[in-house]
């Protein structure tokens, strides 16, 4: 009786353990080309996850809908039914293996339970509609226009046998009879499975983003042209020093906080690199620790090494800038946000080009205007130096 007992709290734990594993699945899985979607789903039957992304702003859901142990010739298909729970009335997406081993993706709108889904406008648009087979895992992928759907929205999906290039009827028991959840895209809930911490995760990489767009993409500019074009006015000198040391470590430090949430998503996404996004923010946060420990070792202006530091010093801040400006616009294409974002960050650094290349201007009138009169003062003052120095020998003759 006792071993009974053990034996089904082993079963259990055992259980336990291994639902707990499956539960993960999709939160560990890497997609090709690093894609990545903020949430997914571990869907109840038929070997299938959801992962998506979800723009509350312009409403769109960018899914990938993997069915995993499916032979190439069978079809799968993931749909939304907007007016009610089940198959009749389902939008779906479908794809399979054609005869020539390219892949078919299409759209089918499911109006009754012996259809053959036939080719079709949905009631929503869809767009970067595609699908790949590998390893005897399907995956499609889409972009849904939901403007007139609801944010709880009931899901959908099959697979079935192909006769030739027609998808056949799908089994009408066990598990294709229960494939079927509901899915709330803004709290990443679904009927069957919590999403796996996507919206902590899609928090994370947009804090990323703030943090390094604020820091390498502005202050880091904007200290740089503090120190290159407010000094040209001799009134503010020292304040435009202390201006720029203040700008640059403000950056210097929000940036850091920015390259470490990074190193954090990185160790979060097992499978996922982005290798150049990745290798300029290490360099990025290398080259500014070094300028921080640089300012430490500042030579003195008269000092015989100054010359040297200066060139080292301008030479690593621009090139701080232009690193980070490309790894931002880098980071845009990883997070995909929408295109007011990068078009108003493009906006910014072209104003912020524009005002350099006109302060560069001024700079240089005033610099070449100090120089002239600089060079006439000297001129006046050695023409009155001979003028003293003759008159005082033929004094002296006389």
């Known amino acids: 009786m006792g071993f009974g ?8 734990t055992i259980t336990t ?9 999709c939160s560990s899985y890497a997609f090709a080309s ?76 499911v109006t009754g339970y012996t259809t053959q889904l036939q080719e079709g406008d ?31 929205l009931n899901q959908v999906w ?39 911490g996507g919206s902590s995760k899609n928090e994370k990489r947009n804090i990323h983003g703030v943090l390094n767009a604020m820091s390498w993409g502005m202050m880091m500019p904007m200290g740089a042209i503090l120190a290159r074009y407010v000094r040209v006015f001799q009134s503010a000198d020292p304040a435009w020093f202390y201006l720029h040391v203040t700008c640059q470590t403000a950056g210097y430090i929000v940036g850091v906080a920015g390259w470490a949430t990074g190193i954090r998503l990185g160790s979060q996404s097992p499978g996922i690199q982005f290798t150049s996004h990745r290798v300029i923010g290490i360099i990025l946060f290398s080259l500014a620790t070094l300028q921080v420990i640089a300012l430490l070792i500042r030579p003195k202006k008269d000092h015989k090494y100054r010359i040297y530091w200066n060139m080292y010093h301008h030479s690593l801040g621009y090139g701080i ?15 995909n946000p929408e295109k007011k974002w990068k078009r108003g960050y493009t906006g910014m ?50």
Request: charged share 10%; glycine share 8%.
């Open 349 to 398: 650094i072209v104003g912020v080009a524009i005002v350099a290349l006109v302060m560069e201007a001024y700079t240089w009138f005033v610099v070449l205007r100090r120089k002239k009169a600089a060079e006439t003062q000297k001129m006046s003052n050695s023409s009155n130096g001979r003028n003293n120095g003759y008159g005082g020998v033929t004094n002296g003759s006389v």
């Open 321 to 335: 800038i232009i690193l980070g400006i490309i790894n931002i616009f880098k980071g845009f294409d990883i997070l």
């Open 34 to 109: 690093n894609r990545v979607f903020s949430a997914c789903n571990d869907l109840p039957v038929l070997n299938s996850f959801l992962h998506y992304t979800y723009n509350p702003i312009s409403k769109t859901l960018r899914i990938a809908y993997r069915h995993t142990n499916v032979g190439s010739s069978r079809w799968v298909a993931w749909a939304i039914n907007p007016t009610s729970q089940g198959m009749v009335g389902s939008q779906a997406l479908v794809a399979f293996r054609q005869s020539d081993g390219k892949m078919r993706a299409y759209t089918a709108p």
């Open 17 to 25: 353990l291994f639902s707990s594993t499956f539960a993960q699945t």
């Open 158 to 196: 099959q697979d079935g046998q192909l006769s030739g290039s027609a998808p056949m009827v799908h089994a009408t028991a066990g598990d294709n009879v229960k494939s079927m959840a509901t899915l709330n895209v803004l709290s990443g809930q679904s009927g069957s499975a919590p999403a796996a």
């Open 5 to 12: 007992l053990r034996g089904v709290l082993l079963s259990f």
């Open 122 to 152: 949905l009631s929503f648009p869809v767009s970067d509609l595609s699908a790949t087979y590998f390893n005897n895992e399907m995956i499609i992928y889409a972009t849904l226009g939901l403007q007139n759907a609801s944010t709880s």
